[in-house]
């Protein structure tokens, strides 16, 4: 970007003639005007002859191989996450079900008995584990 911006402040002294483009010599498309030539920002364009190494000429993009793709990240499923969630010792804990609505019909020792937190069955593991890739699990925890 700096580059850019300096080789478009670049003129030619006013006293030095422009050089005519003739077909053996292929010169910048600015060069045969009568005028000096403008960038579209309005600053004037840098004539000179083109060389092996002028800046104005583009070089071909080199194509770069990547070594390595980093994995894939493994996405947490939301609705999960809120469900679940691992004790201090790794266990994996859910509520119990039956204690959203109806509440007047259940006695206060079924509803405190639904209040309370359960571990989730050893054969379902598989299955929270792989809505929750980053979960922290002791598989071995009783």
Known sequence: ?????????????????LPAASAGNRAHPAASLAFPAKSFFGAPLAVSAPTSASPLVRKPATSVVAAAKKGYKMKTHKASAKRFRVTGRGKIVRRCAGKQHLLG???????????????????????????LPYLKVNRKAE
Request: charged share 30%; glycine share 2%.
């Open 1 to 17: 970007m700096a580059m850019s911006l300096s080789l478009a402040r670049l003129t030619l002294p006013r006293s030095a003639p």
């Open 105 to 131: 019909k259940k006695n206060t020792k079924r509803k405190k008995r639904l209040s309370k937190m359960v571990q989730v069955n050893k054969s379902d593991y598989d299955n929270v584990t792989g809505a």
